[in-house]
């Protein structure tokens, strides 16, 4: 069929996306009914039910290729080319996410959606795909503390919207 073969694809990471968009697709069927139970929406604030796990898990399953995707355009592109593609990727889908809210709202209300957090935490990304493993979850795990220790200083969740929409890009 002319097709090149699908070398080196953890179709697994594509699975979890599949399941991520299908449990959304359902539980948004059913958040439109007053008579639903519960525990198929968004849990109140201190909460956690089943619906409140799909973003986690679809941005789980975007940050597994992430690095796998970086990797393969940087020995075919080089590393300038690379990191401008993503880039650009990540302003790209800033811009969609809130031009779609500003087409459904007709006014400008910024709000971290799924578009704008994987746009952003992609570009903030960028710097730990050129660290090796190891250095990479040291980084994560201090990046997991100072984020912590910032959330309670006065002005910080305001500043960054945390309590107004889906929590930003933590």
Same mark, same amino acid.
């Given at each position: 069929d002319g097709s090149a073969p699908l070398k080196n694809r953890w179709f697994t990471i594509d699975e979890i996306r599949g399941l991520a968009v299908l449990f959304l697709i359902i539980l948004k069927g059913f958040e439109s009914f007053s008579a639903s139970p519960s525990w198929l929406k968004h849990a109140p604030s201190g909460s956690f039910y089943i619906a409140d796990m799909i973003a986690p898990l679809f941005l789980f399953a975007i940050g597994l290729s992430y690095?796998?995707?970086f990797t393969k355009r940087n020995e075919r592109d080089g590393v300038k080319s690379t990191i401008l593609h993503f880039l650009k990727r990540g302003i790209l889908l800033i811009s969609f996410g809130t031009a779609g809210v500003l087409l459904v709202k007709q006014e400008f209300i910024f709000r971290w959606g799924t578009l704008e957090m994987i746009g952003l935490c992609g570009i903030l990304a960028l710097p730990s795909? *050129? *660290?090796?493993? *190891?250095?990479?979850?040291?980084?994560?795990?201090?990046?997991?503390?100072?984020?912590?220790?910032?959330?309670?200083w006065p002005g910080i969740p305001e500043l960054i919207r945390i309590q107004s929409s889906m929590g930003g890009p933590v």
């Open positions: 690095p796998l995707s795909l *050129l *660290l090796e493993p *190891l250095e990479r979850i040291w980084t994560g795990i201090c990046l997991v503390i100072l984020w912590q220790c910032m959330i309670g």
